[in-house]
């Protein structure tokens, strides 16, 4: 097929080098535009544009896609069909009826539950034994469109962000061309999406990253392995930022953010979490035993 294809992250790079290998024609990719980053600030493409860009393929990177220009930019190109991953940009009822057979989105949660922004880590957040991914056919509200496809995933108990972000990219990578082939078939069968179960996975802030010792030690351990690598969880020590990159939950109880034992066993609200490995403000990753022989913390200090 004839396809535009529009993501920003690495999520997308995998769906990108998938519909590729299957012999799809990419006539223009679409992905948010360079940004500021790392110590310099230098303007960095994102991870979708990198890609693009080394395979050859046209990229645009515009601000918005709600003006009559690109609009019919995006028009002109024709295509089968338009397939979006983790884009970033709303599309307005113009871009979603340009393509022959509309926009078609790979989304990482089965649908209704975690529309929005950020469903790998909200599903974690929220305890949730099974994830997946939704292919959509795409329309003016938030990832309320017809299913077209859809596959779950059973989530174990110690499941991460990361290792969830790559098996739902993987599994989103093979669903896209199988929906694909079944568009080209006339075998691909949508469903109303039902509003039941409806929830709302909302974007990731940095203010999402601080430990609440009054929170039950479950839910904070899940925020360690839903949070991780970002916005990332830390705690304040004497000043200091320590982030916690792996945690468990350990035994005892006391006055939230009282640490109980010389292996830094922190009480929550409910229950008492243990951080594994750490990192100090400017330091290599650690493991907290290695921390806590530099710098011991007493039992019985009260963290914020």
């Known amino acids: 097929m004839k396809l535009v294809f529009m993501g920003t992250p690495d999520f997308a790079v995998a769906i990108l080098d998938s519909l590729l290998s299957a012999g799809h024609e990419i006539v223009a990719v679409y992905s948010q535009?360079?940004?500021?980053?790392?110590?310099?600030?230098k303007e960095q493409l994102s991870p979708v544009h990198a890609f693009a860009a080394q395979r050859g393929l046209p990229v645009r990177t515009p601000l918005t896609l709600r003006s009559p220009e690109e609009q019919a930019a995006f028009a002109a190109l024709k295509a089968d069909a338009a397939i979006v991953a983790a884009y970033g940009l709303i599309l307005p009822q113009a871009v979603l009826d340009a393509p022959r057979h509309g926009c078609l989105n790979v989304h990482a949660s089965l649908l209704p539950?975690?529309?929005g922004a950020a469903p790998i880590q909200r599903a974690i957040l929220a305890g949730d034994t099974e994830s997946g991914v939704t292919i959509m056919q795409m329309e003016a509200g938030l990832d309320t469109g017809p299913i077209l496809l859809l596959r779950s995933l059973p989530l174990p108990p110690d499941v991460t962000a990361p290792w969830l972000h790559d098996r739902l990219a993987e599994q989103g990578a093979k669903m896209i061309v199988e929906a694909l082939e079944k568009l080209s078939d006339g075998t691909l069968i949508a469903q109303t999406q039902p509003d039941e179960g409806a929830v709302y996975a909302a974007k990731l802030t940095r203010?999402?990253?601080r430990i609440d010792w009054r929170l039950p030690a479950r839910q904070i351990e899940r925020q360690v392995r839903a949070l991780n690598p970002w916005p990332g969880v830390w705690f304040d020590l004497g000043g200091e930022r320590v982030k916690v990159l792996t945690a468990t939950i350990a035994t005892g109880q006391g006055q939230p953010g009282t640490v109980l034992d010389d292996g830094l066993a922190i009480a929550c609200g409910e229950?008492?979490?243990r951080p594994v490995k750490v990192q100090r403000a400017g330091k290599a990753p650690m493991e907290a035993t290695e921390m806590l022989r530099g710098h011991p913390v007493a039992v019985g200090t009260v963290l914020d």
């Open 207 to 209: 203010d999402e990253a």
């Open 271 to 273: 229950g008492s979490l």
């Open 113 to 115: 539950r975690w529309r």
């Open 33 to 41: 535009p360079p940004r500021p980053a790392g110590r310099g600030h």
